[in-house]
Each structure stands twice: as structure tokens, then as C-alpha cells.
């Protein structure tokens, strides 16, 4: 029966949380990818690790350094953003490396090294109660957040210069977009793993970018696309045993390679027609 | 003098870095409802003047007034529209509809924290018609042609009804056809809402027939062969001497002949000193 899926609690778990992350991963990809910080997910994930090698090894807990780190490194990103504003990317790729050689120096001194594994991989299907309450209130934040700024999202991702002069606080609307996807992405690395966030921060985005027809329905496309991948992934990955982080990314790309399919479908029958009417 | 009458008044000015100056003692008036031109070689300070007026840079001497209030220096005036060069291009690629990039300039108008009203979509689709591409509402700016997504900047400004209108260079890059239907609908602008425009370009043919007004920034002197005898105002930016300043209309023998010219007398008509 596919219902016995959800006779585990550890399913349920996974389910509510993996509807909850896709949802506010999709809606902060969209300004992601459109600042053109798309490898942010992937920089921030691996900077939490060096949060984690400090927690441990001072003695307080792992996951309070990993926000803590997430939240430095992503306003890392900010700052030199805003130096080089043509070179987002740069400013990814300096605080990638940056968390990846400060997180492999401080991993030397930490013993056990299977609280990194969990960090880094995540896992979806081991998830306690209070994962469940801590993902629970991001999630309520950052939709609130998000829509409570969604006019202000749009145009400072659309054109941050006009934004400015037409009085939106691009500064403020920076730092907290940026406060709140630091956040996201250190819970959702324990939680979900930095594979999956990384792949739902841009991917379903990037599908929804062939299809959408404005950018209401860009974001409306991604949170579909997301869903999909992470309830089809989780269903999938119960029954024939896969991995389920490895297996919703695989997904969210077949759903982009079918968007993109779809539209080149759609542009073909689009530029047929436009003969036909042509020819008349 | 501050003169109320003028959209913008230019006395005396002088831009540069160093001991090089750009612009060496400008000075010029725009009239409320004027169709302005400014032209002149690459490099002759066209933009610069521009950011001056918009009060981008600081003046090395002079003052910029805009509608009679002192603006050297400060942030961009109210009054003031501005679609900036190549402003097209730089959204081809993001996925919003035209309505909603028109919406997003009504920022000040709907406030901060606030989804857009009905009001505010009526406002945005009046913009988007008096741009002149009502058909491309729902389109995204990768569906439409270079000039397309030139008149989705305008009606970008036009959404917060300026009174003054600055383009810089928004013919660059565009087809002959789409200029026409671009100046057709400036043109269009500048009669019948009476919004003053001052338009950066170097498409000295194309302007000839709109303009009232012409402010060429280069020694080299464009009017025996390619504007109306008579139309241009020659501002020679390095050589104090030669700065004078006189106003015609592109159609007219003298200045604004409401008699002869079907825009001057729009424009009296229209109440107009």
C-alpha cells in the first residue's frame, strides 16, 4: 500500500519537514538566483562546517556555530558584493574556499569525526523533535518575511540601483534576505543535507525561469517544482531503498530538463504557427 | 535669477577632474514643455551633463537648477524622470512581466512593506499605453525587441508622471523603425501631458524634427549640415568666448512661431507662456 509510507513517524517527520524547506528554499532561490549568487547555498553549507568544527571544539553546540558561521560568511558575501558589484559570483567562490580551507584546518583538531559526516549529509529520514520545531519556525519567519517584502525582494533583485534612488532601504532589505538565508541553509544542512539545499536553492528555479510567465509565477513554479522533487524523492527513495537527498536532487533536474523541454516544444510549435499564419 | 519658468537652467558651469575640466563655463535654459536635444561628439560631456542635472556629481563652478530650485549636488529631483543608457538591456534577461516592472517604480507611491493596489495596476497600464506597447503587457522583456524593452524603461518613468524627462542615448542599439515609433511617442509625451524633455543622442537626422531646442556640447559644429538653419545652441565647453545661447524651434523660422509650427502652437495652445 502507498500509505504505509506514513505509518512511520520518521516519514512524517521527513515529509513535513521536507515541505516546509522546499517551500522557503524556492521562494529565497528566486532572489538568489536572480542577485546571481546561485552557488550561495553551496558556499554557505560548507562554511557552517567550519561552525560546527568550532562549536565542538569549544564546547557549545554545533549547531549554534553553524548558524553563527553561516551568518558571517553569508554577510561575507554581502560586503564584497557590494565592492564588486559586477563579480557576485567572486564573491561566492572567495567565501567558499574560505569555509571549506578554515573548516578543513579546524577539522584536524576535532576527534570525532561522524558530527561532521551528519552535518555535511544531513539526513532527511533522522529527524528529531526538535529539528521538527526549529524548522517549523524558520519556516513561519521567512514566509512572512518574504512576503512581507516581496515588493522590496523584486526590485532590489530586478535593479538595486533604481531601487535605491526610488527610497527602497536596499541596505536593510540586504541584510535581512541575507540573515535569512544564512539561517535557512545552516538548519536545512543539518536537517536536509548541503546537497539538497544547494539543489533546491537553484534548480527548481531555473525550471521554473522556462515555463513562467512573470515572476509571480516564477516563484509559484519553483515552490511547485521543489515540492514535487522533495515528496516524489522521499516517496521514491522509501520504497526502492535509494538515498533520498541524492535522489530529490535528481528529480529537481528531470523536472528541469522536462521545463526545458517543454519550452522548446512550445517555441517550435509557437514559430510553426507564426509560418502558417505567415504563409496565409 | 530663479525663473520658474525654466525646467532647467544651467549658469556657469564647470565639470572636471584636476586641472582638466570637461565642461568649462555651460550655461543654458531649458523652458517648461521644451523638446531638448543635447548632442556632441562621444566625450564631449553629454552623460556628464546629465549626471549634473540629475545631481549625481558636484559642479567644479555653477549651479544646476531644476524648476528653479538648486539641485548641485543633491539627490535626484522629484520632478525628474530618468531612463539611463542601455536601461533596456540590462533587464532582458530577468523574468517579470512588463506590469510588474512598471509597478515596481511605484515604490514611493505604495509604500514600504505594501502589495500594489488596483489603483496602482491602473496607473502602471496607463504608463505602459502611453509608451505605446499596451500589447506587451503580459510579455517578459526577453519576448521583446530592443526598442520594445527601450519603451518599457520609459514607461517605467512615465508610471510616476515626471515633469521632466531625461533619456540618455535611447536610441543606441535600436532600429531605424523602432527610433521613429520611440520619438513618435516622446514626441506625443511632450505635446499632450506638456512634460518637458531633454534627450542625450547623437542621432542628429532623427532629432531635428522634434526638437524645439538643441544644446550641442562640441566644438565641432553640427548645424550648417545636418539640422534646420538656426536650430542649434552651440555650447563650446573648453572656450569661454564662445558661449551663447539662443532658442529655436526645429520647425520654425523664429523662435516658436505658433503661426507657422504645429508644435509651437500645441503648445500655446495648451497654455503655455
Known amino acids: 500500500m502507498i500509505t504505509d509510507i506514513f505509518l512511520y513517524p520518521f516519514m512524517q517527520k521527513a515529509f513535513i519537514v521536507g515541505i516546509l524547506l522546499s517551500v522557503i528554499i524556492a521562494c529565497l532561490g528566486t532572489v538568489v538566483v536572480h542577485k546571481r549568487l546561485s552557488l550561495i547555498g553551496s558556499a554557505l553549507s560548507h562554511s557552517s562546517l567550519a561552525g560546527v568544527a568550532i562549536g565542538l571544539l569549544l564546547g557549545f553546540s554545533p549547531v549554534l556555530g553553524a548558524v553563527g558561521i553561516c551568518v558571517v560568511a553569508a554577510l561575507c558575501i554581502e560586503a564584497i558584493r557590494k565592492r564588486m558589484p559586477a563579480f557576485s559570483e567572486l564573491a561566492v567562490a572567495i567565501t567558499l574556499s574560505v569555509g571549506i580551507g578554515l573548516a578543513g584546518v579546524l577539522s584536524g583538531f576535532v576527534k570525532n569525526s561522524s558530527d561532521f559526516n551528519s552535518f555535511l549529509f544531513g539526513s532527511i529520514v533522522a529527524i528529531d523533535s526538535f529539528e521538527l520545531i526549529v524548522v517549523l519556525i524558520l519556516s513561519s519567519v521567512v514566509l512572512l518575511v518574504f512576503l512581507l517584502m516581496y515588493k522590496e525582494l523584486f526590485y532590489v533583485s530586478f535593479d538595486e540601483e533604481a531601487a535605491a534612488l526610488s527610497g527602497v532601504p536596499v541596505g536593510l532589505v540586504n541584510f535581512v534576505f541575507t540573515v535569512l538565508t544564512a539561517v535557512t541553509v545552516s538548519v536545512a544542512a543539518r536537517t536536509v543535507g548541503a546537497l539538497v539545499v544547494s539543489s533546491l536553492l537553484v534548480v527548481p528555479v531555473a525550471a521554473a525561469m522556462q515555463i513562467a510567465r512573470s515572476y509571480k509565477t516564477t516563484i509559484l513554479w519553483s515552490v511547485l517544482f521543489a515540492l514535487l522533487s522533495t515528496l516524489l524523492g522521499l516517496t521514491v527513495s522509501f520504497y526502492a531503498g535509494l538515498k533520498p537527498g541524492g535522489t530529490i536532487c535528481l528529480l529537481a533536474a528531470a523536472f528541469f530538463l522536462a521545463a526545458v523541454g517543454l519550452k522548446a516544444l512550445r517555441s517550435r510549435l509557437g514559430y510553426s504557427r507564426h509560418r502558417e499564419e505567415s504563409h496565409e | ?273
Do not use: W
Not at chain 2, 535626484?76 to 533596456?88: A, F, K
Not at chain 2, 522583456?141 to 524627462?165: D, F, K, Y
Not at chain 2, 527610433?179 to 524633455?197: E, F, G, P, Y
Not at chain 2, 532658442?247 to 508644435?263: L, R, T, V
Open chain 2, 1 to 273: 535669477m530663479a525663473n520658474n519658468d525654466y525646467a532647467i537652467e544651467v549658469d556657469h558651469l564647470s565639470f572636471g577632474y584636476s586641472e582638466k575640466l570637461f565642461l568649462n563655463d555651460v550655461s543654458f535654459r531649458i523652458e517648461k514643455g521644451d523638446f531638448a536635444a543635447i548632442i556632441g561628439d562621444n566625450g564631449s560631456g553629454k552623460s556628464t551633463m546629465v549626471k549634473l542635472i540629475l545631481g549625481l556629481l558636484l559642479p567644479v563652478r555653477g549651479t544646476v537648477r531644476v524648476t528653479g530650485r538648486d539641485v548641485s549636488g543633491s539627490n535626484r529631483p522629484s520632478e525628474i524622470g530618468y531612463v539611463p543608457q542601455n536601461s533596456g538591456d540590462s533587464v532582458a534577461r530577468f523574468p517579470a512581466s512588463a506590469e510588474e516592472i512598471v509597478l515596481s517604480s511605484l515604490y514611493r507611491q505604495i509604500g514600504p512593506f505594501r502589495f500594489a493596489s488596483r489603483k496602482h495596476r491602473a496607473i502602471a497600464r496607463e504608463a505602459i499605453e502611453q509608451a505605446g506597447i499596451s500589447e506587451l503587457i503580459d510579455k517578459l522583456p526577453s519576448e521583446m525587441s530592443g526598442g520594445q524593452r527601450q519603451r518599457l524603461m520609459l514607461a517605467r518613468v512615465l508610471a510616476n508622471r515626471p515633469e521632466i524627462l531625461i533619456l540618455d542615448e535611447p536610441t543606441v542599439g535600436i532600429d531605424a523603425d523602432a527610433v521613429d515609433r520611440l520619438l513618435a511617442v516622446l514626441h506625443d509625451i511632450n505635446i499632450h501631458s506638456k512634460t518637458t524633455i531633454l534627450m542625450v543622442t547623437h542621432d542628429i537626422a532623427k532629432i531635428a524634427s522634434f526638437a524645439n531646442r538643441v544644446l550641442c556640447l562640441s566644438e565641432k559644429h553640427f548645424s550648417e549640415n545636418d539640422l534646420p538653419e538656426g536650430t542649434v545652441v552651440h555650447i563650446h565647453p573648453l572656450m569661454h568666448d564662445h558661449v551663447y545661447e539662443h532658442i529655436h524651434c526645429a520647425n520654425c523660422e523664429k523662435s516658436h512661431d505658433p503661426d507657422k509650427c504645429a508644435a509651437c502652437a500645441a503648445q500655446k495652445n495648451g497654455g503655455r507662456k
